[in-house]
């Protein structure tokens, strides 16, 4: 397997932590924290907290287990704590951080919608909270390639579904494209459905999947479908589900690249209004699969025509906003440049110079609740 899955998000530089929990004996460390515990003074304290801190950072030491019966937490933000608990200048202080360093190993914290433990939230910090997404590259690790003209970077379902998703449910992408949504739904332990209009692409999406490892043995099913008028709820009941746990909608942004020549392809809607009202066709004909309280992601941007910016990404959010979904986020994210836009970065300037205008450099991702 390829590497290349870290990047800069927003001048912070970001790793896929996926591979980086270690597994730590519980008892164990619970043994070193009740032994500092039972000290009557500071320095006392200090040696046995000293004592797990090496403990943890030598492997021998039987700390971290490979058996899966201990906690799953990453170790680096774990020793920042005990380091605090260190640097605690009375006994009453370290007592206290020594405390809610336990409660956060015994007690596990989560919302109904996601498995982000917040009782360890440092230990997220691959998980984005911010609405302004600015990111360098796209991560290239695993099966993604990037091969696809108009695809989205794979950071994308995956911030989506660390936040919106268990592990186990299930993910439905009514545009899949080149299948960057059922390649990280393997990666991350999330069944998924995709469905493509374009069997070539289909096809070449589904060797990419393929190529995935299944580490956690999930189903991901492509199917070649119009979207409009697919039986998406016949298609879940054969993977044996009757609701969708997180819907990924990265339609065509109207006819900004066309993806084939057949007229039921959103990119070849003759209007905008044809557009949006074949991206509501795509809207009806899923969201009534959607579990209440679950999301619906919307990734587009904008286009400009006839001297005028067309805000497709505010028209799709509004189509489903008018089905009754609750907005929950507009993410703002920089727009990669493709290579032919490089190319005419130039003469995008002097456009926009003389036509009163700025040149694209973001894209939206749309974040909706089903209430
Ligand atoms: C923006 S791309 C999606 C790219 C995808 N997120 C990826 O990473 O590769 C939009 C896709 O929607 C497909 N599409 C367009 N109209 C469709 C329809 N009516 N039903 C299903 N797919 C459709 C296009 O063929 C295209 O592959």
Redesign the pocket.
């Known amino acids: 397997m390829k590497s290349g899955g870290s990047y800069i998000f927003n001048d912070r530089l970001v790793y896929r932590n996926q591979e980086e929990y270690v597994v730590v004996d519980r008892p164990k460390v619970v043994q070193y924290i009740d032994a500092a515990m039972n000290q009557p003074d500071l320095d006392g304290f200090r040696k046995h907290i000293t004592n797990l801190k090496l403990a943890l950072e030598n492997p021998d030491e039987d700390l971290i287990t490979s058996n899966g019966q201990g906690f799953s937490l990453r170790l680096e933000p774990f020793l920042t704590d005990i380091k605090q608990i260190l640097d605690a200048y009375t006994l009453e202080r370290a007592r206290y951080y020594a405390e809610r360093l336990k409660k956060g190993l015994s007690e596990v914290k989560t919302t109904k919608v996601n498995d982000i433990n917040v009782r360890r939230w440092k230990d997220y910090d691959e998980v984005f909270t911010d609405s302004l997404w600015n990111i360098n590259r796209r991560d290239s690790s695993g099966a993604h390639l990037g091969w696809?003209w108009?695809?989205?970077i794979p950071q994308i379902p995956h911030q989506l579904m660390l936040r919106y998703t268990k592990k186990g449910e299930l993910v439905v992408?009514?545009?899949?494209?080149?299948?960057?949504?059922l390649i990280e739904c393997r990666r991350l332990g999330r069944h998924g459905l995709g469905?493509?209009?374009?069997p070539k692409?289909l096809h070449k999406?589904r060797e990419l999947v393929e190529a995935e490892e299944n580490r956690h043995n999930v189903i991901t099913r492509l199917i070649v479908?119009?979207?409009?008028v697919?039986d998406f709820e016949a298609a879940i009941r054969a993977m044996g589900f009757s609701a969708i746990d997180l819907l990924l909608m990265?339609?065509?942004?109207h006819d900004i690249?066309r993806?084939?020549s057949?007229e039921?392809?959103?990119?070849n809607a003759k209007s905008t209004r044809d557009f949006l009202h074949?991206f509501g066709e795509?809207l009806d004909n899923t969201l009534p699969l959607l579990r209440k309280g679950r999301y619906l992601g919307i990734?587009i941007g904008d286009k400009y025509s006839q001297g005028e910016w067309i805000p497709l990404g505010f028209y799709c959010m509004q189509e489903a906003m008018n089905r009754g979904l609750s907005l929950k986020s507009i993410v703002v994210k920089n727009f990669e440049e493709t290579k032919g836009k490089r190319n005419q970065k130039a003469l995008w300037r002097y456009r926009a110079l003389l036509g009163g205008f700025y040149v694209f450099k973001h894209e939206y991702i749309l974040v909706l609740r089903k209430v």
């Not at 992408?173 to 949504?181: A, I, K, Q, R």
């Not at 479908?225 to 409009?228: E, K, M, Q, V």
């Not at 039921?264 to 990119?267: A, F, H, M, R, T």
């Open positions: 696809y108009g695809n989205f992408d009514p545009f899949l494209g080149s299948g960057t949504t469905v493509e209009l374009n692409t999406a479908g119009d979207s409009r697919f990265h339609p065509p942004y690249i993806f084939g057949d039921n392809d959103l990119s074949m795509v990734v």
